[in-house]
């Protein structure tokens, strides 16, 4: 059926102006065919968000690839008419439309909506992968380290400079962490063996949670067995349909899986952006139950910092909650590493709601830990799903953890040697041109060269020099912010900065004129 172009188009614009306001609560005013994709003023996430209620919506289906080449709203009314069901194509009334069930097509027979090695995405995967090859570069994934990652790893058998490992503080390899590993597995083996609710619980859980807590100044604590599993099952717990969630838009993917898990209406503020979250606030706190704000204590990113001081302020205002994600502050900022709110003069952290960490970077282990009040870690503790039908942590993780906080109190010169290290990557960097955004210094600085493809041959050509660093390419950050990312350990040495500094910015060149 031929559709008339004038009309249809007018009720798709209305269908497509209802969906950017069911994913973002955003009223767009007038808008056309020549409307940017970029005016709509959503960020990529909300972009696939939009795609998905368009998707279920009007029965059709959109390729990811097709998705990343719109350039206006003509082109996505082209997609979208031309995937059109043909007895929806003289129908299409009114936002939200859905087709009765009486009516709706039988389902496709094609592979891909059965067979997983014909899914789409797994095809597309298959591609990228097999164009690298084409273009004579080796995956830099899932190399093999032989040994502890440190200031230096052995990765398939060569002996490399190594910036991609978060062993922050040289605690993983620690003598003393083995020495307290080795001996929780001789008192419990290598696993509690059950959920710590039923008979999982061990004394050494009790010990790590205590510490933590009085480390981040709050009141308790609790252990889960995953860094991402933590963010996902608390927020999705505590939260839900009534509710919103304001996050950063440049916060961590168990952020975002815990606010879809939730059910509750996500909204994203630009980075650091306190006073767009405020009138954010002024105009929708009054139609929710309840609002949590989340952000990053240092951002995994970027390596820049919050604003923690504006971010507490605006959720006491508004009476809102607030996480606060220190996967990569907790033993970097603060005296002894306590995190980000001992880095600021004057914070009390128990003004913040929820304290969320990972084991897996300053405290040499595994898992993820919530910080805060009594009653909300008692509350977790009985029926967050990710923490009651899990098993306990296993003992040597908790152990060396537990071994790894000792430590940070007993030599906090580590903690300072990490920063020292850290200022002295970003200023020589800084010096040599290298774009390193926003980084604060701490612990995680970017060299961002704004192309996927040029990213990936410079870590090639780093990792022949043996330097190991790894790249972050669309679509895990935007095109135009495509970078290597170095991780900077207290057990790197100046001379080993300065060279890895030196070599960089001479592949970059090198990179560049290609």
């Excluded at 006073?275 to 706190?285: D, G, K, P, S, V």
Aim: hydrophobic share 40%; glycine share 8%; net charge negative.
């Amino acid at each position: 059926m031929e559709l008339r172009m004038e009309g249809t188009d007018q009720k798709l614009i209305e269908i497509l102006k209802a969906a950017v306001y069911d994913v973002s609560l955003k009223e767009l005013g007038d808008i056309g065919a020549e409307t940017k994709i970029t005016e709509l003023g959503l960020d990529s996430v909300a972009i696939m968000e939009l795609i998905g209620v368009l998707e279920e919506n009007l029965s059709i289906q959109i390729k990811d690839e097709e998705v990343s080449a719109l350039a206006d709203v003509g082109d996505l009314l082209g997609l979208i008419r031309n995937r059109l069901p043909a007895e929806m194509q003289a129908s299409v009334e009114a936002p939200g439309l859905k087709p009765r069930p009486s009516e709706a097509k039988a389902p496709a027979k094609d592979s891909e909506c059965w067979k997983i090695s014909d899914f789409p995405e797994v095809k597309n995967l298959e591609h990228r992968l097999q164009e690298l090859e084409s273009i004579g570069l080796k995956n830099p994934y899932f190399s093999s380290h032989d040994g502890t990652a440190r200031n230096r790893s052995v990765i398939n058998g060569v002996e490399m400079l190594n910036f991609s490992s978060y062993n922050y503080l040289g605690f993983s390899g620690h003598p003393e962490v083995i020495a307290a590993a080795k001996e929780a597995i001789d008192r419990y083996g290598t696993s509690v063996s059950a959920s710590r609710l039923v008979s999982g619980e061990r004394p050494v859980h009790r010990k790590l949670e205590e510490g933590i807590a009085a480390h981040v100044g709050v009141e308790a604590a609790v252990v889960f067995v995953s860094g991402h599993a933590t963010n996902v099952t608390t927020i999705g717990h505590l939260f839900g349909k009534e509710d919103l969630i304001l996050h950063d838009s440049l916060c961590h993917d168990s952020i975002l899986q815990g606010i879809y898990l939730s059910g509750a209406k996500r909204l994203p503020f630009s980075h650091d952006n306190t006073a767009e979250l405020e009138q954010i606030l002024t105009r929708l706190r009054e139609r929710y139950r309840r609002v949590l704000i989340c952000t990053e204590g240092l951002f995994s990113m970027d390596g820049d910092i919050c604003d923690l001081p504006s971010l507490i302020d605006l959720k006491k205002r508004f009476q809102c909650n607030l996480l606060v994600d220190e996967a990569h502050s907790i033993g970097v900022l603060g005296p002894s590493g306590r995190g980000i709110a001992h880095h600021f003069a004057g914070i009390d952290p128990n003004d913040a709601d929820l304290w969320m960490g990972t084991l897996s970077k300053s405290f040499a282990g595994c898992g993820g830990y919530i910080a805060g009040s009594d009653s909300l870690v008692q509350y977790l503790k009985y029926t967050a799903p990710g923490f009651l039908y899990s098993v306990g942590m296993s003992p040597p993780n908790a152990a060396a953890a537990l071994k790894s906080l000792e430590l940070m109190h007993r030599y906090p010169e580590i903690v300072e040697q990490l920063r020292q290290r850290s200022r002295l990557f970003l200023e020589l960097a800084r010096d040599k041109g290298i774009n390193t955004g926003l980084s604060a210094g701490a612990a995680v600085i970017p060299a961002i060269i704004g192309n996927s493809l040029q990213s990936m041959r410079l870590s090639h050509a780093l990792a022949a020099r043996r330097i190991n660093v790894q790249p972050i390419v669309h679509p895990a950050v935007e095109e135009n912010a495509a970078r290597l990312r170095f991780f900077i350990s207290a057990t790197h040495t100046e001379e080993e900065i300065r060279h890895a500094v030196n070599v960089l910015a001479e592949e970059m060149k090198a990179v560049g004129s290609r």
